[in-house]
């Protein structure tokens, strides 16, 4: 996550964090189960991976309670976002993963570049809350000198150590408060999935913060999931957001290019684009 901590009160996130990681072991711990016809004790099989159902329904109930516990240590201390920290490092300790973790970059930006054919060489990306790097290593793939920050120091760590000899600078900086020579400084800023995360006053400001390190000519690409209007929004975070809020990106001076509607899963989702003048 991209914002140091505020004093700001919301409920516990209900971001999952996966507990255990796939490709452990299986036939560990076996236990003996009940014949459902007379309630004997059934024959002892060697334990094996309960159905991907079943495996993600429990997994899900312990990404919750992770997250909960996190959120809420936090909120008690006065830090609505030091929780993110925590999650990267609580990851570490016991081998598991963050919600947000993937191997391969989002499908929105690789479909938004590809059509357009972009081409980095000569100019400079920012990726903000950058996490693991999967979106920052895909625009550097392209040719962009890219800078990628994120809130945690764990997270920032272990992405340059998962992508050893990137070109990628992988950085800690808080979005409201960013060094002062990334102003107007970049060619393209991706905010991939971070505001939506943050509680309401805090994400008024990070609306026109988003915006400011766009450059003069360059272009601001917001993915995000959405809501209606007329949708109230879910009681903790992620809040999905509305058109009228992803609207408000422009703020810092910059025009709307396109801003999509996209259904194609049945979950409303945005993609906008946004353009500084020269």
């Known amino acids: ?11 516990p996130a209900n971001v999952m964090i996966s507990v ?73 300790r016991v081998d598991s993963t963050v919600p947000w973790d993937r191997e391969s970059p989002h499908g929105l930006l690789v479909e938004w570049a590809t059509a357009r054919e972009l081409s980095g060489a000569g100019r400079r990306a920012l990726v903000v809350g950058c996490g693991y790097g999967r979106d920052a290593e895909y625009l550097g793939r392209l040719g962009f000198a890219t800078t990628a920050f994120d809130i945690s120091p764990t997270a920032v760590r272990v992405a340059r150590e998962r992508h050893p000899g990137s070109p990628v600078t992988y950085v800690t900086a808080d979005l409201l ?29 990070a609306f026109g913060a988003v915006g400011e390190p766009v450059a003069p000519g360059g272009t601001l690409l917001v993915i995000a999931a959405g809501r209606e209007d007329e949708e109230d929004p879910p009681a903790a975070p992620p809040w999905p957001l509305t058109r009228g809020e992803i609207d408000a ?28 003048p020269a």
């Not at 996550?1 to 409920?11: D, E, I, K, P, Q």
């Not at 422009?250 to 500084?276: C, K, M, N, Q, Y």
């Open 1 to 11: 996550m991209t914002l140091a901590g505020r004093n700001v009160r919301f409920r």
């Open 20 to 92: 255990g990681r796939a490709g452990r072991r299986r036939g560990k711990g076996g236990e003996a189960a009940r014949d459902r016809g007379n309630g004997r004790p059934a024959l002892r099989w060697p334990a094996v991976a309960p159905a991907p159902g079943r495996r993600r329904a429990g997994r899900a109930r312990q990404d919750q309670e992770a997250t909960a516990r996190l959120s809420a240590e936090a909120l008690a201390a006065g830090d609505p976002t030091g929780w993110f920290e925590r999650l990267y490092t609580e990851a570490e």
């Open 177 to 205: 408060d960013p060094p002062a020579d990334w102003r107007r400084g970049f060619d393209l800023v991706l905010e991939s999935m971070n505001v939506q995360a943050l509680p309401p006053r805090v994400r008024e400001a």
């Open 249 to 276: 990106f422009g703020r810092s001076g910059l025009t709307p290019v396109r801003v999509e509607d996209l259904r194609d899963t049945g979950i409303l989702r945005w993609r906008a684009e946004f353009h500084r």
